[in-house]
């Protein structure tokens, strides 16, 4: 596509539950990583994606977390028994000059 | 890891006006570029500069490598720069952008 897709856009989910959120790239891009970031911070680093490589994990907070990529394309991250400290703003880019989708706003309630 | 800090935390500015936002990294690295986030949030790629000076238009932008720190010029500000103004370093070739904190620019007009 012509931009970095994000889905949902808003997200809104009960302590406990699991969520999936979906990073559609750049069309060729094989670059893909993911940030969050909480009201009124910066950006922190949770995974990266090269092609065929293994992922770069160091990010991820805990093992509540975890992501893949299929086919060197679209990313699901995946966060386990939600809570409310996993609220905030995440974000995508694709290609090493980091074109950054408009994100996915998770609430945990 | 490397630290990343950025400053000031905050600027408010009238329409016209100039600027320079600093940036200081603690060691050396491979990849710095600066990113604008507008009010909704959307995140820009402004400049890939790890070492040397570009401008585009009335942003420039020159990184000190041996000495650490890179600095982003407003010049004539405009409403339309409002928002915040992040530096992100990678210390080497193939890893994750690490965010500063970011500079939030007001313009009034």
């Known amino acids: 596509g012509a931009g970095v897709s994000q889905s949902p856009s808003n997200k809104v989910t009960e302590k406990g539950k699991d969520v999936e959120l979906r990073c559609d790239p750049i069309?060729?891009?094989?670059?893909l990583y993911w940030y969050r970031q909480s009201l009124g911070q910066g950006l922190e680093f949770l995974i990266y994606f090269q092609g065929n490589s293994a992922p770069d994990k160091s990010g991820l907070p805990s093992d509540r977390f975890s992501a893949e990529r299929t086919g060197g394309s679209v990313s699901t991250l995946t966060i386990q028994r939600t809570q409310q400290e996993d609220s905030a703003v995440y974000l995508c880019a694709s290609s090493y000059g980091y074109t950054f989708g408009s994100g996915t706003r998770l609430t945990v309630v | 890891g490397i630290q990343v800090e950025q400053s000031p935390p905050d600027l408010i500015l009238q329409e016209g006006a100039n600027s320079t936002l600093r940036c200081n990294f603690s060691?050396?690295?491979?990849?710095l570029q600066w990113f604008h986030q507008n009010p909704w949030g959307q995140l820009i790629n402004l400049f890939y500069?790890?070492?040397g000076t570009k401008q585009n238009g009335r942003l420039s932008a020159t990184t000190v490598a041996t000495e650490r720190y890179s600095l982003l010029y407003i010049s004539s500000s405009q409403t339309t720069d409002s928002g915040v103004y992040f530096c992100a370093v990678a210390p080497q070739a193939g890893t994750a952008l690490i965010f500063g904190k970011g500079t939030t620019l007001s313009v009034s007009s």
């Open positions: 069309s060729g891009h094989t670059a």
């Open positions: 500069i790890p070492s």
């Open positions: 060691d050396s690295v491979n990849n």
